[in-house]
């Protein structure tokens, strides 16, 4: 809106006083020579198109069509992945070990491995999760130098990337005896969700928590078979031993003991209790009491255990109680107030997003009987409900657009013309996507949707132009081959400023660059392509729509300029006359000279 109130204001006035017409260099006169000649050569091909426009028309549809049928081949994410200089490394080891195990894995094999790789700058080990109580998980957070000071790999020596940096340290970790599952996170996946990041995330839900990790369990399996993920993980966790208590109601009642005195007393020794309060430091802590490690690490130490009874007597807690020993869950978790468990993972090399996701569901129909589902989340929804949006945008976009120009043409047939730059714009986007191995994604959606607003103007200079010069008196075909040329130039002139302007995005290799150069592609590839083709391809379909218009009321209008003295009294022939000049519009007598 500021750019029109300049154009309409400021650019007039400046004009009137820097505007020079005329070759004042070799570099103007160069450049008039060449678009004289190109608007030559424009004309002669557009005289050989109108020889049979429906055929360059139904061309123009083949070419829109397997341009869709590209779609097919195009990578599709949610968001592309951007070298950050750092990620996550999540190690978990098999349930059961101790913090003591898990630490002494990381310094002896894993924080070796990475102190001598020269890519790396430093890093962060936290032992035990975030939560507290993971004893067996440990997350590593990688700081690698920036991509331009790496050193050079692979037969084209570049910068090594972040994401091949990744990739050997799976393979090395995951070499490690004694690691159960190595899992890494690129945390330029993490900002858009609130969940754990991960490109591939959902729950596996259904009734029966027992049948629930089997089923997950052979998902798992069937995506690490499949190849196209990798870092397979899941936060259900089954086999954390456990000992369970079960008071023997009959002895415990012959010795006078109670059920909630067997609870009380193993809570107190093995869990602990509050039993106070410490103030040190200006701080004030809580004090649990409890038995030492030592006297609370076997099943054998519950026989030292005593209780007291109804009596006061104490007695052995083994001779009112049976234990055993059984594998647990580490943590149960619900979504949606369903029993959930999590699965997440990261596309393999080669592979996207929308690929690996489409697999995962074929899985899930192999796998999960009637009952049983699995419910994406994360930046798995994300993406979903971001490319439906992104669609739904572009469709109102050319709904809205199609509604301003039939009230600013005053026809419903000419801005379909207009609007046929877009299916050529899509066509160019898609082909310089998959010219520069380029995805499909949010960033170049949205590059898609500014194409829209971007091409029309070509063909709105075109058709508006052509229907002035029908205003005159010719014909359609006539009206084309006289604009058509003189707005060459224009149209030329916008679409290289445009081109020129998305140039350095398309070409930019700095920190970010992943997420403009899908959007300057788009830009480029829809601007270019839909300029060569809307130059032909409009000119003949407004000439096939042409029969189409209502001329109902060009007889009085007609009648109505020769009247305002607008039109000579002896024009005739194929003069179609459908608006009135804005100069007349407002003058005096013209209802009089309608009736």
């Avoid at 650019?11 to 009137?16: C, H, N, V």
């Avoid at 050569?41 to 123009?60: D, T």
């Avoid at 029309?456 to 006539?478: A, C, P």
């Amino acid at each position: 809106m500021i750019s029109l109130l300049e154009a309409l204001t400021i650019a007039p006035m400046r004009t009137s006083q820097f505007l020079a017409v005329g070759r004042s260099n070799w570099l103007t006169s160069h450049m008039d020579d060449l678009m004289n000649g190109l608007r030559d050569r424009y004309k002669a091909g557009l005289v050989w198109c109108l020889r049979g426009p429906k055929l360059v028309v139904g061309i123009a549809l083949v070419v829109f069509f397997v341009s869709m049928y590209s779609v097919k081949f195009l990578k599709k994410e949610f968001i592309p992945s951007q070298d950050q200089n750092r990620f996550l490394i999540t190690i978990t080891n098999p349930l059961g070990v101790s913090i003591d195990y898990t630490d002494k894995i990381s310094k002896e094999q894993l924080e070796p491995w990475l102190l001598q790789q020269p890519e790396m700058n430093q890093y962060y080990a936290a032992v035990g999760g975030f939560q507290g109580g993971q004893v067996n998980t440990e997350n590593i957070f990688v700081t690698m130098f920036p991509k331009d000071t790496r050193p050079r790999v692979g037969a084209d020596h570049h910068h090594e990337t972040q994401l091949e940096f990744m990739a050997r340290a799976r393979e090395q970790f995951s070499k490690i005896k004694g690691i159960d599952r190595v899992s890494m996170l690129d945390f330029s996946q993490t900002g858009f969700s609130a969940q754990r990041g991960y490109p591939i995330q959902f729950y596996v839900q259904g009734p029966d928590w027992d049948a629930l990790g089997g089923y997950a369990g052979q998902m798992m399996d069937k995506m690490k078979a499949s190849g196209l993920m990798t870092d397979v993980d899941t936060d259900y966790h089954p086999g954390m031993p456990e000992i369970q208590v079960h008071p023997d109601r009959a002895k415990a009642n012959a010795q006078g003991v109670t059920s909630l005195s067997v609870g009380n007393t193993v809570n107190a020794m093995m869990g602990g209790l509050k039993w106070g309060k410490y103030t040190g430091r200006g701080k004030r802590y809580d004090v649990r009491v409890r038995l030492a490690e030592a006297d609370r690490t076997t099943p054998k130490d519950l026989s030292r255990i005593w209780v007291r009874n109804n009596y006061g007597e104490v007695k052995r807690l083994t001779d009112v109680v049976d234990y055993e020993t059984k594998p647990a869950l580490f943590a149960v978790t619900r979504y949606n107030r369903q029993r959930s468990i999590s699965i997440f993972a990261n596309p393999a090399k080669g592979t996207s997003q929308e690929e690996a996701l489409n697999k995962v569901h074929q899985i899930a129909k192999e796998v999960l009987p009637s009952g049983y589902n699995i419910l994406e989340s994360g930046n798995s929804q994300l993406f979903r409900e971001t490319s439906t949006s992104l669609l739904f945008t572009f469709i109102l976009g050319i709904f809205v657009a199609y509604m301003v120009l039939a009230t600013q043409f005053n026809s419903f047939i000419h801005p379909v013309s207009v609007l046929l730059a877009l299916p050529f714009s899509l066509t160019g986007a898609f082909f310089a996507l998959l010219a520069m191995h380029q995805s499909l994604n949010l960033y170049s959606g949205i590059g898609l949707i500014l194409l829209a607003g971007i091409v029309k103007k070509n063909s709105i200079l075109l058709v508006d132009f052509t229907n002035e010069r029908r205003k005159q008196g010719l014909s359609v075909r006539e009206a084309l081959l006289d604009a058509c040329p003189v707005r060459l130039r224009p149209i030329l002139m916008t679409s290289a400023a445009t081109i020129a302007g998305a140039v350095p995005e398309a070409l930019a290799r700095g920190a970010g660059s992943e997420l403009i150069v899908p959007m300057a592609v788009t830009v480029i590839g829809g601007v270019l392509f839909s300029t060569i083709l809307t130059l032909f391809v409009v000119p003949c379909f407004y000439e096939l729509m042409s029969p189409l218009e209502n001329h109902g009321h060009d007889a009085e209008l007609k009648e109505a300029l020769k009247l305002l003295g607008e039109l000579p009294a002896e024009q005739s022939g194929n003069g179609r006359p459908e608006h009135l000049p804005a100069e007349r519009q407002h003058r005096p007598g013209l209802a009089t000279a309608e009736e």
